[in-house]
């Protein structure tokens, strides 16, 4: 029998992986990449595939769970991305095992453009106008997969083909993106704090790409109570429990909730720090009804920013990834272009001194490994791979 551990699962786990070895928790994973440094952090990972349309592949995820976790070893079952549009996968998972997150029936709920924007609707919560079927004048709205996550899969309805099916359109709105991290008890929230998104570099696959993020001294003046009074109507109504978050636009004359992710999401990183207690272990309490009355905020900011392929890279053997750098893939890795490389950090004194070192840091990752986007530019050049070494960290 395999020593208990927490499960993990989530498209990428690495945000997962690193909370929990903070809490100094015992953990397994299963994600879509099995990164370096999200193996280095667990007791065993491994990777489930995804399915032509970016779905994990039920079985293998099944599969995998039962081969690293089983239900007796198991401490209880934290998700991240990649669930919210398979409930059912979910519900297969949560055989035998505690889910320390939000239940299935949430998931089907928010995953549902129309139920949820109903909701929303009833709950007097601002958003964009939604609908299932294909505007006439398409201009203005935007074409979206309803439970998917990450940003990739969405474009401008006037680039999508009539007949595409699976894909709802809502209309697009102007102003600020914000996003709001809090926990959840089922009945009431904790703050956490307030992040501002980063504009995805062209270089990413879609516009809308999450790119990364940074974390905010304060919510946007005027809108933050409006938005936490939300994360609370929501949490009532559907009984949210764990790490959630929200992410909204602030316009011109007030603001509208875009999503809301009922799991943990990427932003849990940028808090994850002293003075804060760890939030592994607030978000295991948090889904026993324990919230905390409230929280410190942790000095200065942090930023983070991910690294897209701008050419099809080989990644080199020995390659000294800095100390800043996470999501690390292994050697001898493909990466296609537009794909995410990884990810790369920047604490400061301020929002804005962090904003800019993360993406000066994103910045000399490409620039390394420029060298690397064909053969003719050296992947088994013994030279190249020595300097690779003298990466300054």
């Known amino acids: 029998m395999p020593p208990k551990a927490f499960l993990l699962t989530s498209l990428s786990g690495r945000v997962l992986a690193k909370a929990a070895a903070r809490a100094q928790r015992s953990v397994v994973g299963i994600d879509a990449f099995a990164d370096q440094d999200t193996c280095g952090m667990a007791l065993k990972w491994t990777r489930s595939p995804l399915d032509r349309n970016g779905a994990f592949d039920a079985t293998a995820m099944l599969n995998a769970a039962d ?65 299932m079927s294909r505007p006439a004048e398409v201009a203005g709205w935007l074409s979206k997969q309803a439970g998917a996550c990450g940003g990739t899969h969405v474009r401008l309805a006037s680039a999508m083909p009539e007949s595409d099916a699976g894909r709802y359109f809502q209309r697009q709105v102007a102003g ?53 009074h939300a994360a609370r109507a929501l949490t009532a109504r559907l009984g949210l429990v764990g790490l959630n978050g929200l992410d909204f636009i602030v316009t011109h004359s007030g603001w509208v909730l875009l999503e809301l992710n009922p799991r943990p999401p990427a932003t849990l990183e940028l808090w994850d720090v ?25 000095d200065g900011s942090m930023a983070v920013a991910v690294v897209y392929a701008e050419t099809r890279l080989l990644i080199p053997t020995d390659f000294a990834w800095p100390s800043w750098c996470a999501d690390l893939p292994w050697a001898d890795s493909v990466i296609e272009a537009g794909d995410p490389v990884c990810t790369v950090r920047a604490d400061g004194p301020d929002a804005a001194t962090a904003r800019h070192q993360a993406l000066g840091r994103r910045q000399e990752i490409l620039q390394w490994l420029d060298r690397f986007a064909s053969p003719a530019t050296g992947w088994n050049d013994p030279a190249v791979a020595q300097s690779t070494q003298m990466f300054p960290a």
């Not at 934290?78 to 979910?90: C, M, R, T, W």
């Not at 990364?212 to 809108?223: E, F, I, K, L, Q």
Request: charged residues 15%; aromatic residues 6%.
């Open 274 to 298: 002293p003075l804060l207690p760890c939030l592994f272990d607030l978000h295991v309490e948090a889904c026993k009804g324990r919230l905390p009355a409230r929280l410190p905020h942790p």
């Open 67 to 131: 081969s690293v976790c089983p239900p007796a070893a198991c401490l209880g079952l934290v998700y991240g991305s990649g669930l919210e549009a398979q409930p059912a996968l979910l519900r297969g998972l949560s055989e035998g095992r505690i889910v320390l997150g939000n239940s299935p029936e949430v998931l089907e709920t928010v995953a549902d453009p129309e139920r949820f924007s109903n909701l929303l609707a009833a709950l007097g919560i601002p958003h964009p106008a939604t609908r």
């Open 176 to 228: 600020e993106e914000w996003s709001f991290l809090f926990l959840a008890n089922g009945r009431d929230i904790c703050s956490i704090g307030f992040n501002q998104p980063l504009t995805a570099p062209l270089e990413a696959s879609g516009r809308w790409s999450y790119a990364g993020a940074t974390r905010m001294d304060a919510g946007p003046s005027g809108v933050d109570e409006a938005v936490m």
